[in-house]
């Protein structure tokens, strides 16, 4: 069982940056896959990135390639997510999720995240 809290999240002006961080407990999280999903008002939740157990994969949504940056530390048992260059278009919940790795790569539906943090509200305002 691995229970994740995010935090980080915040008001920030378009062209800022943030950072958010999602802290795990549990002794097996270098085991888990870390994914960061978020959701607007009114749309549906979105995979925006993740990073494998080893932290040596790591997948983007388009259109924050080059933005965000997703890192781990498993000595720390948290994974990060830098996000520079925000966008009004950015503002959601950000959400960390996580599984047990079983192949190389890492997957983007939501459905395969077995745990999910509480959230973090992030507004960007133009």
């Known amino acids: 069982q691995v229970q994740l809290v995010e935090s980080g999240g915040g008001l920030v002006q378009a062209g800022g940056s943030l950072r958010l961080s999602c802290a795990a407990s549990g002794r097996t999280f270098s085991s888990y896959v870390v994914g960061w999903f978020r959701q607007a008002p009114g749309k549906e939740r979105e995979f925006v990135a993740a990073i494998s157990a080893s932290g040596g994969y790591t997948a983007y949504r388009d259109s924050v390639k080059g933005r965000f940056t997703i890192s781990r530390d498993n000595a720390k048992n948290t994974v990060y997510l830098q996000m520079n260059s925000l966008k009004p278009e950015d503002t959601a919940v950000y959400y960390c999720?996580?599984?047990?790795?079983?192949?190389?790569?890492?997957?983007?539906?939501?459905?395969?995240?077995?745990?999910w943090g509480q959230g973090t509200q992030v507004t960007v305002s133009s």
């Open positions: 999720a996580g599984y047990t790795q079983t192949g190389h790569h890492v997957r983007v539906a939501g459905t395969a995240y077995d745990y």
